[in-house]
């Protein structure tokens, strides 16, 4: 009798918990996609900075490439299962998926170039890539 | 002279195996995203971890009798089966977050993808567990884990504003996008990181192992009370330096590639050598241990022979789980799940788990019958329930914010 | 208390807390089992005991697949369950010290099944770790 009670009370509680945990609106799905393309172009641009200078090795800088090209286009397919509730989202997700997108083109010529030369050259479009990403950030967060 | 030496090895050692994959992921994270904000927590678990060390390295020194032995013995059979249970799974989880560690060591020497090198490194552990003997593994991989102090290295050369990492560490960050359920989320990680269950299993066995006696306490009080905090101050600087480098460019950090970015920023190729060294001496060490410990936990529960002080085929049930469980590790690996994120869980998973090791180990810490007249003091006791109470609440806490904050997202 | 110790003075043992789930190790310290139940002298399940009757005594430790049985109720048969005689008992302390060798125990026979079948044909199974003299680690 006691140990069901205990048993009910865990229940309730757990499912309470799960209902107060906060359902994101889309526009925070946005913020996080965009987010966390923003941390993947940034740490590849440092990344190929630092083996430029001789800093890092090529086996870091390639797994890193390898890593961030995954998380990008990770938080490319998560755009999918936003849900849109009106036209703004709408075109919020539009300029986030392109951003995004174009983010991640970069990153995975930045990969194949250093998995298959030895040598990045197309920095200039990461970082391009970059300030897109973060410009469709700020209106987003602005927009809060 | 040789005391001298034995004693420096044994604080070296337990910085060196202070760190691991839990602790190194989650200060890299905490830094990237909140800063030295959290530091506190760290502090509070690296406490927490001496308390505990502590003691149940004495009870097993001066009874002669490890954990689980204990827990059977003392608690009886129910409450010993699901703490057996409990404590068992969340090893398991440690164990294969700890293989990870080591394959993605090895992929940022290497190139090669870490899936290729979890076989290989789990082979080449078991080897070591097979063959080595317990004092070379300990100090083997505690010395060479020590290379992490690359990363206080690292902290010193990056040249940061001291004032302003003080100022994190009291104030908080004021620009951080973070939510506060996924600061006390963090908080908890980062306890259960410097917590890690494990950690006991395998010093109270141990001492066991090493066929500690009353006289061995005062020098593991030494190595724990000068070691732990030192391997503190390394978390610390792990987290300092994702602060430094990573926080102002909001690089939040997801695989631990980007861990090396400040390392190659501050010390370029050479430091970068060193950690990696450090992180795969620490992640093997940590992956040694917690296979150990799941054979220990078993085999002490269930009265089995065990002990790497015995030939194998004195041991062999022992020994046959521990290979089930580095097959088990492999597996879950293989099935490509993240060993990030797996990291993740075990450390919010170890501070759930805490009380069902802690709560048994004071108790008989405290009992005359085991203890003889080293029972606990007044005063350890005192802050000993103190901790008591932040464990069972960080274990309350876990599950709620782990499902509120998505896992940290 | 019984049998084998005839010149000790008697001591008090609760079985639950001195007995119950104690380690057993044979005669050069390894463990073998944890007790798991006591076998009575003369005490049959289920029927009355005739009033002047003497008190049962302890003929053996037993061991066994009891941990289900344990926490959901009800006893594994007899035959199922391993025998550790009372009066190979030497010590009976924090842990139960016999003095036999495992090697005559039935209590040993999955661990000596692992180690013939699996672990002792894996090479080097059967010597200690690099380095590691051979002595028995004392206490457990």
């Known amino acids: ?144 | 002279m040789k005391k001298v030496l034995g004693l420096a090895l044994g604080i070296l050692t337990a910085i060196g195996g202070f760190l691991d994959i839990g602790d190194l992921v989650t200060n890299a994270v905490v830094g990237s995203r909140f800063g030295l904000s959290l530091g506190w927590a760290v502090v509070v678990g690296v406490i927490g971890i001496c308390i505990f060390a502590q003691m149940s390295g004495r009870v097993a020194a001066v009874s002669g009798r490890a954990t689980f032995e204990l827990i059977r013995e003392r608690l009886g059979l129910r409450v010993g089966v699901l703490n057996l249970g409990a404590s068992f799974m969340i090893n398991l989880m440690t164990l294969t977050a700890e293989i990870g560690g080591v394959a993605l060591a090895l992929q940022l020497v290497s190139s090669v993808s870490y899936l290729l090198w979890v076989p290989f490194a789990a082979f080449a552990l078991w080897l070591v567990i097979w063959r080595v003997k317990f004092s070379i593994m300990e100090n083997v991989a505690g010395l060479v884990g020590l290379f992490l102090i690359g990363f206080a290295v690292g902290l010193f050369l990056l040249g940061p504003d001291w004032g302003e990492l003080g100022r994190q560490a009291v104030h908080g960050v004021s620009t951080s996008n973070e939510k506060v359920s996924t600061y006390w989320f963090y908080a908890v990680a980062l306890f259960g990181a410097a917590m890690t269950p494990y950690e006991v299993f395998f010093f109270s066995s141990g001492a066991v192992e090493e066929g500690w006696s009353v006289k061995d306490v005062a020098r593991s009080r030494a190595n724990v009370l000068v070691g732990f905090p030192l391997g503190g101050l390394l978390s610390l600087a792990i987290a300092g330096c994702a602060a430094v480098v990573l926080l102002p460019q909001l690089i939040s950090v997801t695989a631990l590639s980007q861990v090396m970015l400040p390392v190659a920023v501050a010390g370029g190729k050479v430091l970068l050598a060193f950690i990696i060294l450090g992180i795969v001496a620490a992640t093997a060490g940590a992956a040694l241990e917690t296979t150990l410990s799941a054979g220990y936990t078993i085999a002490q529960f269930l009265g089995w022979s065990w002990g790497k002080f015995r030939p194998p085929a004195q041991a062999a049930r022992f020994h046959l789980l521990m290979i089930i469980c580095l097959i088990v590790g492999v597996g879950t690996l293989m099935t490509g799940v993240d060993p990030i994120q797996v990291t993740e869980m075990s450390v919010v998973f170890s501070a759930l788990a805490l009380p069902l090791t802690y709560l048994p180990i004071l108790i008989v810490a405290n009992d005359p019958e085991y203890m003889g007249e080293h029972v606990n003091g007044q005063a350890l006791n005192g802050i000993a329930l103190i901790y008591l109470v932040i464990i069972l609440a960080a274990a309350i806490a876990a599950i709620p914010l782990l499902i509120i904050t998505g896992a940290g997202q | 208390m019984t049998s084998n110790t005839g010149s000790e003075a008697s001591r008090w043992l609760d079985a639950q807390l001195h007995l119950l789930d104690r380690q057993v190790l044979d005669v050069d310290g390894v463990p073998v089992a944890v007790v798991d139940d006591l076998e009575l002298s003369e005490v049959l399940v289920g029927q009355e005991i005739p009033i002047d009757t003497p008190p049962p005594v302890i003929t053996a430790l037993l061991s066994g697949p009891a941990l289900a049985t344990r926490i959901f109720g009800g006893r594994p048969p007899e035959s199922r369950m391993q025998r550790t005689l009372w009066v190979d008992i030497v010590e009976i302390d924090v842990v139960i010290r016999l003095g036999v060798g495992r090697d005559i125990l039935d209590l040993a026979w999955t661990e000596g099944w692992v180690r013939d079948r699996i672990i002792g044909r894996i090479p080097g199974g059967r010597h200690t770790p690099q380095g590691e003299p051979n002595d028995e680690r004392g206490r457990s």
């Open chain 1, 1 to 144: 009798m006691r140990v069901s009670m205990w048993a009910a009370g865990l229940i309730l509680l757990l499912g309470l918990i799960c209902g107060c945990s906060q359902q994101s609106t889309a526009t925070e799905d946005l913020i996080h996609a965009l987010s966390e393309a923003h941390s993947a172009i940034a740490s590849s641009v440092l990344g190929i900075d630092l083996y430029d200078q001789q800093r890092s090795t090529r086996a870091v800088t390639e797994t890193l490439l390898e890593d961030m090209a995954e998380q990008i286009v990770d938080a490319e397919r998560a755009l999918e299962t936003v849900t849109i509730d009106s036209e703004q989202s709408q075109s919020e997700r539009d300029a986030a998926l392109a951003a995004i997108h174009t983010g991640a083109a970069a990153l995975l010529t930045s990969r194949d170039q250093l998995q298959q030369r030895g040598a990045v050259d197309n920095t200039a479009d990461l970082e391009a890539a970059g300030h897109q990403i973060d410009s469709v950030l700020g209106q987003l967060r602005g927009g809060q």
